[in-house]
């Protein structure tokens, strides 16, 4: 049986990851407007990582903040409304207990947060030149 556990939101002041008083760690990411989506990608899974490296198992909750990349997708552009709606879920959200995105806002994770996160992230992105 799953165990009830509400985590008390609290958003670092600092990008980075922070124990919380309630035994939850909380990461924070904050993307800029000149940051990719593999880097952003990648800061996201070294923040699960570096979490679970220093509070092995402990539950997690991920906040993440977006500056620029506005476009017409949901107000995002095309990388980080994917970054957000296809990434998030498919990759960072089954290692935190809860999270907190622009474009969902504030989501439990219904399942129980998953603790065995790969030693490294592996992104394929479509050669640009290919695209054209």
Same mark, same amino acid.
């Given at each position: 049986?799953?165990?009830?556990?509400?985590?008390?939101?609290?958003?670092?002041?600092?990008?980075?990851?922070?124990?919380?008083?309630?035994? !939850?760690?909380?990461?924070?990411?904050?993307?800029?407007?000149?940051?990719?989506?593999?880097?952003?990608?990648?800061?996201?899974?070294?923040?699960?990582?570096?979490?679970?490296?220093?509070?092995?198992? &402990?539950?997690?909750?991920?906040?993440?903040? @977006?500056?620029?990349?506005?476009?017409?997708?949901?107000?995002?552009?095309?990388?980080?409304?994917?970054?957000?709606?296809?990434? &998030?879920?498919? !990759? @960072?959200?089954?290692?935190?207990?809860?999270?907190?995105?622009?474009?969902?806002?504030?989501?439990?994770?219904?399942?129980?947060?998953?603790?065995? @996160?790969?030693?490294?992230?592996? @992104?394929?992105?479509?050669?640009?030149?290919?695209?054209?």
């Amino acid at each position: 049986m799953k165990p009830e556990f509400t985590p008390n939101y609290q958003k670092p002041d600092a990008p980075g990851v922070a124990m919380n008083f309630d035994n !939850t760690v909380s990461l924070y990411q904050r993307v800029g407007p000149e940051t990719t989506f593999d880097e952003a990608a990648r800061e996201a899974f070294r923040l699960v990582k570096e979490a679970q490296d220093k509070y092995p198992n &402990w539950p997690r909750v991920f906040y993440l903040d @977006i500056e620029g990349h506005k476009g017409d997708q949901r107000g995002y552009d095309a990388d980080f409304f994917e970054f957000q709606q296809e990434f &998030w879920f498919a !990759t @960072i959200a089954h290692f935190v207990t809860a999270f907190e995105t622009p474009l969902v806002g504030a989501l439990m994770n219904p399942e129980l947060q998953r603790n065995d @996160i790969p030693d490294e992230l592996s @992104i394929n992105l479509p050669d640009s030149e290919d695209d054209a």
